[in-house]
């Protein structure tokens, strides 16, 4: 995993995403998934390119359930965007880049 992104816990929930005042995207994924695989390259390379105002996290649903249900996550990769501890957007799937790319940007 690149240097870029964290992976967070249910314990590191909290400091890593709901304390972060800035933009923060974080990645539910799961180890099985193949789409999710599918799509951590594209949120790598997202990462590196956004450093500097877009945290990346990693959080893997299967390790950390309590934080899949709460956000009541149905489907992944299930991308979630998190602005000043406030969940504001979200996609579910497997997305082509650019269209990461163009969400980031109207987040920012």
């Known amino acids: 995993m690149a240097e870029a992104i964290i992976t967070a816990t ?3 929930w909290e400091k890593e995403v709901l304390k972060e005042k800035g933009l ?3 990645d539910f994924w799961a180890v099985w998934c193949g789409p999710c695989r599918m799509v951590a390259p594209t949120v790598e390379e997202l990462a590196k390119e956004f450093t500097g105002t877009l945290k990346v996290v990693k959080l893997n649903t299967d390790e950390n359930p309590e934080i899949a249900s709460k956000y009541k ?8 965007f998190f602005k000043g501890g406030e969940k504001v957007d979200q996609i579910v799937g497997a997305v082509p880049k ?4 163009d ?3 109207s987040l920012i």
């Open 103 to 105: 969400k980031i940007s």
């Open 24 to 26: 923060v995207l974080v």
């Open 73 to 80: 996550i149905m489907g992944i990769p299930t991308l979630m």
């Open 98 to 101: 650019a269209q990461l790319k």
């Open 10 to 12: 249910t314990d590191s």
